[in-house]
């Protein structure tokens, strides 16, 4: 199930009495609210003040049923500790089994809520800084694609290109044009082969890969929309260097919500995201 599809049934979810356990948990170690630990006071604190509400009410079923609730959640918390991110979304009922768990790479303020349906107020606050989007890394190499939903990574994609020039490569003997095309980064320099009567085979193999590659381009864009599509993504982004990153986002049937011309092919998701959502 995607990020979507929970966040549907989240909405649609609702019992008689109260029964769901909202939590969103500050854990961001670069933010001085949550360091040395802090969170744990927070989270403590937070679960404490809302079973001496309860208790307060007399209502020994309704104690019982979030008591059980709290300690799920400290022991999923306190089993990652040492793998936490940013912050904790955490929505539990007894109910249909509820359990949705997400840690996130964008910023979480803190707040517990025992209700009859889950408090989604912090998660569309985080949903519009952070919406649905597809983040698209063209390359020499491929396209790698990040779905991406509130600073989550729903699932990493690459699609490698494949030049098909490796036979008309070897039968030319272009040894330094396939050491260009087979690294991440760099250009093409098919300046002179093109309006001139004579060419090295070293500058006929980088028009032939560019074509090859602005063709594979347009292939992927097109793929690129089918996601968006699929995925209900409501914006995409590209990042890559200056002139992969052009020819990707010439070929999208609409213009990208932002190009970042920035080689982070090979980055970890957290950092990507941060490039395209936080700076």
Known sequence: MTLYDEIQK????????????????????????AQNGAWKIHL??????????????????????????RKK???EINDHRDDLNKGVVIFASPQDDLWFVH????????SFHWES????????????????????????????????????????VFEEFDSGLDVWNEQKGVHSASHTAGG????????????GNSGSAADDF????????????????GK???????????????????????????????KPASCIYKNLANANPSQIIHEVFEK
């Open 73 to 75: 959640v400290e022991r």
């Open 184 to 195: 991440s980064t760099g250009s093409f320099n098919a300046g002179s082969h093109v309006g």
């Open 10 to 33: 989240l909405k649609a979810f609702n019992c008689e009495d109260r029964c769901v356990l909202s939590v969103y948990l500050n854990t961001n170690p670069a933010d001085l609210n």
């Open 117 to 156: 349906v889950p408090v989604l107020d912090e998660l569309r606050y985080m949903y519009k800084a952070y919406p649905y989007a597809g983040i698209v890394l063209p390359s020499f190499k491929g396209v790698r694609i990040l779905d991406t939903s509130m600073g989550i990574i729903n699932e990493e």
């Open 103 to 110: 840690y996130v790479q964008v910023p979480v303020k803190t």
């Open 44 to 69: 403590k604190n937070g679960l404490k003040r809302i079973e001496e509400y309860i208790t307060a009410s007399q209502n020994e079923k309704e104690l019982k049923t979030y008591q059980s609730l």
């Open 224 to 254: 690129i929309e089918k996601m968006k599509k699929e995925r209900h993504w409501d914006e995409v982004h590209v990042v890559g260097e200056t002139e992969q990153a052009k020819a990707f986002a010439k070929g999208l049937p609409k």
């Open 206 to 221: 980088n028009w032939r890969m560019k074509e090859n590659l602005e063709r594979f381009y347009k292939d992927m864009a």
